[in-house]
Protein backbone atom coordinates (compact mmCIF):
# COMPACT_ATOMS: atom_id res chain seq x y z
CA UNK A 1 0.00 0.00 0.00
CA UNK A 2 0.87 3.41 -0.64
CA UNK A 3 2.78 5.74 1.93
CA UNK A 4 3.99 9.05 3.69
CA UNK A 5 7.61 7.80 4.57
CA UNK A 6 7.78 11.65 6.55
CA UNK A 7 5.81 13.94 8.49
CA UNK A 8 4.07 16.96 7.35
CA UNK A 9 5.34 20.06 8.99
CA UNK A 10 4.30 23.52 8.19
CA UNK A 11 3.73 27.01 9.91
CA UNK A 12 1.54 30.04 9.18
CA UNK A 13 2.46 32.16 6.10
CA UNK A 14 0.26 34.92 7.41
CA UNK A 15 -1.35 35.26 3.92
CA UNK A 16 -4.13 34.27 2.68
CA UNK A 17 -5.52 32.92 -0.96
CA UNK A 18 -9.05 32.78 -2.08
CA UNK A 19 -9.93 33.67 1.71
CA UNK A 20 -8.16 30.36 3.42
CA UNK A 21 -4.97 30.94 5.59
CA UNK A 22 -2.07 29.55 3.62
CA UNK A 23 0.70 27.72 5.42
CA UNK A 24 4.23 27.48 4.52
CA UNK A 25 6.03 23.18 4.61
CA UNK A 26 8.90 23.67 6.81
CA UNK A 27 10.42 20.36 5.95
CA UNK A 28 10.59 18.70 2.88
CA UNK A 29 7.95 15.46 2.54
CA UNK A 30 7.40 11.90 0.57
CA UNK A 31 4.53 9.72 -0.58
CA UNK A 32 5.45 6.86 -1.94
CA UNK A 33 3.07 4.96 -4.19
CA UNK A 34 2.69 1.86 -4.18
CA UNK A 35 4.33 -1.13 -1.88
CA UNK A 36 6.92 0.45 0.35
CA UNK A 37 10.56 0.51 -2.13
CA UNK A 38 8.66 1.07 -5.57
CA UNK A 39 10.59 3.77 -6.48
CA UNK A 40 7.30 5.95 -7.68
CA UNK A 41 7.35 8.59 -5.14
CA UNK A 42 6.79 12.10 -5.02
CA UNK A 43 8.79 14.67 -2.79
CA UNK A 44 6.83 18.12 -1.81
CA UNK A 45 9.95 20.57 -0.99
CA UNK A 46 10.24 22.20 2.27
CA UNK A 47 9.22 26.28 1.43
CA UNK A 48 6.07 24.82 -0.95
CA UNK A 49 2.75 27.08 0.07
CA UNK A 50 -0.39 25.20 0.45
CA UNK A 51 -3.94 25.92 2.29
CA UNK A 52 -4.45 22.34 3.17
CA UNK A 53 -7.07 20.79 1.86
CA UNK A 54 -9.89 23.46 0.23
CA UNK A 55 -12.76 23.07 1.86
CA UNK A 56 -15.88 25.21 1.38
CA UNK A 57 -16.08 27.37 4.22
CA UNK A 58 -19.76 26.07 5.23
CA UNK A 59 -18.00 22.49 5.52
CA UNK A 60 -14.76 23.52 7.45
CA UNK A 61 -16.36 22.50 10.69
CA UNK A 62 -16.91 18.75 9.84
CA UNK A 63 -13.99 18.78 7.58
CA UNK A 64 -11.07 20.67 8.66
CA UNK A 65 -8.29 21.72 6.17
CA UNK A 66 -5.69 20.19 8.37
CA UNK A 67 -8.29 16.59 9.03
CA UNK A 68 -6.17 13.71 8.68
CA UNK A 69 -6.39 14.23 5.14
CA UNK A 70 -3.93 17.02 4.83
CA UNK A 71 -0.62 14.87 3.78
CA UNK A 72 -3.35 14.06 0.44
CA UNK A 73 -4.48 17.78 0.03
CA UNK A 74 -0.73 18.64 0.08
CA UNK A 75 0.25 16.38 -2.67
CA UNK A 76 -2.72 17.45 -4.60
CA UNK A 77 -1.72 20.77 -4.17
CA UNK A 78 1.57 20.65 -5.32
CA UNK A 79 0.58 18.10 -8.69
CA UNK A 80 -1.75 20.90 -9.78
CA UNK A 81 0.99 23.59 -9.08
CA UNK A 82 3.69 22.02 -11.33
CA UNK A 83 1.29 19.75 -13.55
CA UNK A 84 3.29 17.17 -13.53
CA UNK A 85 0.99 14.49 -14.27
CA UNK A 86 -2.74 14.61 -15.75
CA UNK A 87 -5.38 16.36 -13.91
CA UNK A 88 -6.90 12.97 -13.80
CA UNK A 89 -3.84 11.47 -12.29
CA UNK A 90 -3.64 14.26 -9.88
CA UNK A 91 -7.07 13.89 -8.67
CA UNK A 92 -6.83 9.87 -7.77
CA UNK A 93 -4.22 10.18 -6.53
CA UNK A 94 -5.43 12.42 -3.82
CA UNK A 95 -7.72 9.91 -3.79
CA UNK A 96 -5.79 6.98 -2.94
CA UNK A 97 -3.47 8.91 -0.58
CA UNK A 98 -6.13 9.47 1.32
CA UNK A 99 -6.43 5.72 2.16
CA UNK A 100 -3.12 5.47 4.00
CA UNK A 101 -3.88 8.19 6.53
CA UNK A 102 -7.24 6.40 7.55
CA UNK A 103 -10.08 8.36 5.76
CA UNK A 104 -13.15 6.65 5.25
CA UNK A 105 -14.46 5.43 1.49
CA UNK A 106 -17.19 7.83 1.96
CA UNK A 107 -14.78 10.92 2.93
CA UNK A 108 -12.66 9.56 0.22
CA UNK A 109 -15.43 9.44 -2.90
CA UNK A 110 -17.19 12.88 -1.30
CA UNK A 111 -13.25 14.94 -1.60
CA UNK A 112 -12.35 13.24 -4.96
CA UNK A 113 -16.31 14.19 -6.86
CA UNK A 114 -15.55 17.60 -5.04
CA UNK A 115 -11.89 17.94 -6.69
CA UNK A 116 -13.20 16.34 -10.27
CA UNK A 117 -16.13 18.88 -9.92
CA UNK A 118 -14.19 22.15 -9.14
CA UNK A 119 -10.46 21.63 -9.90
CA UNK A 120 -10.32 22.17 -13.57
CA UNK A 121 -10.32 25.88 -13.01
CA UNK A 122 -6.87 25.86 -10.71
CA UNK A 123 -5.85 23.23 -12.89
CA UNK A 124 -5.85 25.51 -15.93
CA UNK A 125 -4.54 28.85 -13.78
CA UNK A 126 -0.91 26.34 -13.38
CA UNK A 127 -1.36 25.37 -16.89
CA UNK A 128 0.02 22.48 -18.57
CA UNK A 129 3.55 21.83 -17.78
CA UNK A 130 4.02 18.22 -18.19
CA UNK A 131 6.92 17.23 -20.76
Known sequence: MSSYTTPLAY???GANRRGRP?????KSFTYEIGSRGS????????????DLASIPWPLN???PPNGPWAKAA???DWN?????VSRALADYLFFEGMKPL???LATRVLFWVG????????????????A
Open 74 to 76: VVH
Open 22 to 26: VYALT
Open 102 to 104: GVC
Open 39 to 50: GIAITVPAGFET
Open 80 to 84: YRKNF
Open 115 to 130: VRATGRRIFKKYGDRR
Open 11 to 13: KPT
Open 61 to 63: KVF
